[in-house]
C-alpha cells in the first residue's frame, strides 16, 4: 500500500469534497458576495450547495470515468485519473466565474426581476374567490335536485344560483380582461 502524507489527503478532500462545487456555484451565482449584513446566509448557501455540488460531479466523473475506461477505473492516489478529471471541473467552472465577474470585488449587475403582469398582484386571491364561487354553485345545484318537492324553495335557489353564476362570470370577464389588456 502506497503511503499517504497530510498534504496530499487534505488536497485530495478538498478536490472531491470542495473546489469543484464551489467553482460552479461561483459561475452559476457571480452575485452572490458573503459579506454585509446577508453574510452568514451567503457563507451556508455557498458551502452547502459547493458541498453537494462536489458529490454530485464526483459520482458523476466517476460514472463517466467508470464507463469509458475499457478495463474498468480503480481511484488510487498513485493513479490519480479521477483527480485530474475533477480539477478540469473546477477550472472550467472557475473560468466560467471569471468571465461572469464572479471574482471582481463588486459583485456583476443582476438585471431585475421582470415586472408583474397585468393583474398579477392579486391572482390568488382571485382564484381563492373563484373556487369558493364554484363550489357555493356546485352546492346550490345539489340543494335543487334534492328539493324538487317545495316551489318557493326551488324559486329562491334558482335565483341564488343565478346571483352566483353571474358573480362568477364577472370574475372571470374582468380577470381576463386584466391580462388582455
Known amino acids: 500500500m502506497v503511503g499517504v502524507d497530510l498534504p496530499e489527503a487534505i488536497a485530495g478532500v478538498l478536490l472531491v469534497f470542495v473546489v469543484p462545487g464551489y ?6 451565482f457571480p452575485e452572490w458576495r458573503i459579506r454585509g449584513p446577508e453574510a452568514p ?3 451556508v448557501e455557498t458551502l452547502t450547495l459547493s458541498l453537494v455540488l462536489s458529490v454530485v460531479l464526483t459520482v458523476l466523473v466517476g460514472y463517466v470515468l467508470l464507463t469509458a475506461a475499457p478495463g474498468g ?10 483527480e485530474a478529471a475533477l480539477a478540469g471541473v473546477a477550472a472550467v467552472g472557475f473560468a466560467a466565474g471569471w468571465l461572469r465577474g464572479a471574482y471582481r470585488r463588486e459583485p456583476p449587475v443582476v438585471a431585475p426581476p421582470p415586472a408583474s403582469g397585468a393583474g398579477e398582484e392579486d391572482a390568488w386571491e382571485v382564484m381563492r374567490e373563484l373556487e369558493r364561487l364554484g363550489r357555493e354553485e356546485r352546492r346550490l345545484n345539489h340543494h335543487l335536485r334534492t328539493h324538487r318537492d317545495d316551489p318557493p324553495e326551488l324559486a329562491r335557489l334558482r335565483q341564488e344560483l343565478d ?3 353571474a358573480l362568477r362570470e364577472q370574475l372571470q370577464e374582468r380577470r381576463e380582461g386584466e391580462y388582455a389588456a
Open 163 to 165: 346571483r352566483v353564476r
Open 41 to 43: 446566509l451567503r457563507l
Open 73 to 82: 477505473f480503480q481511484a488510487y492516489w498513485n493513479d490519480p485519473v479521477l
Open 23 to 28: 467553482t460552479l456555484t461561483k459561475a452559476l
